[in-house]
């Protein structure tokens, strides 16, 4: 297998596939990344995540390539996954270089937090007090998303974090530079790419990878 296993919640390597202890948040299912970013990898990453949903912008814009991928995963014969990630780079006229992350997952995996560098596993309880902060489109449906504070979080602060809920899971989107996440005010559509098939091998893969 061309995925690596590590820590969903940081980027500490477990001991062994299954069932390895990160020194910092204890026995976590393996976050799978691929040791290069590619058709090949991709194709492993949506094997690995089987039913559970991997999303990305679609239509891709022009310029824009999937810079990076990862699924947390149990390898076990009856296990599942639990959490999908995917980060899309390009540029806006704007913002100059964005990097945009989508992160599907069950509640308490973390990757999420991870990406959005929060303390904790989850957006916490009160981020839905206020109006949502855009909406994208999956599908025929309209899922609002609300903004989470990064002041508390650790490292630099340019980055936009949006969270919600769809099909009884997280959904987030990390942003970087925060000034982009005027981007989602476009009707921003997110697809489902475990089940697009051929189209997969037309998309560009690549780039400068992300560090999260």
């Not at 393996?30 to 039913?51: C, I, K, R």
């Amino acid at each position: 297998m061309s995925l690596t296993a590590s820590c969903p919640r940081c980027r500490e390597g477990l001991e062994g596939a299954v069932g390895g202890a990160c020194p910092v948040h204890g026995v976590r299912t393996p976050l799978w990344v691929p040791d290069e970013v590619s058709y090949d990898g991709f194709t492993e990453h949506l094997q690995a995540a089987g039913d559970f949903p991997t999303y990305l912008p679609w239509p891709m814009s022009p310029g824009w390539a999937v810079a990076d991928f990862g699924v947390v995963a149990s390898t076990d014969p009856d296990g599942s996954a639990a959490a999908t990630v995917t980060c899309s780079s390009g540029t806006s006229e704007l913002d100059g270089p964005v990097d945009v992350f989508v992160v599907a997952e069950e509640a308490g995996v973390g990757l999420g937090a991870r990406c959005a560098g929060l303390v904790g596993d989850d957006p916490g309880a009160d981020f839905r007090t206020v109006p949502p902060e855009v909406k994208v489109r999956i599908g025929a449906q309209s899922v609002p998303l609300w903004a989470v504070s990064t002041s508390d979080s650790r490292g630099d602060l340019d980055r936009s974090v949006v969270v919600g809920e769809f099909a009884g899971r997280w959904l987030w989107i990390v942003l970087r530079p925060a000034s982009a996440v005027l981007l989602l005010r476009d009707d921003w559509i997110l697809r489902d790419v475990s089940g697009v098939g051929p189209p997969l091998v037309e998309m560009p893969f690549g780039g400068p990878r992300p560090a999260w």
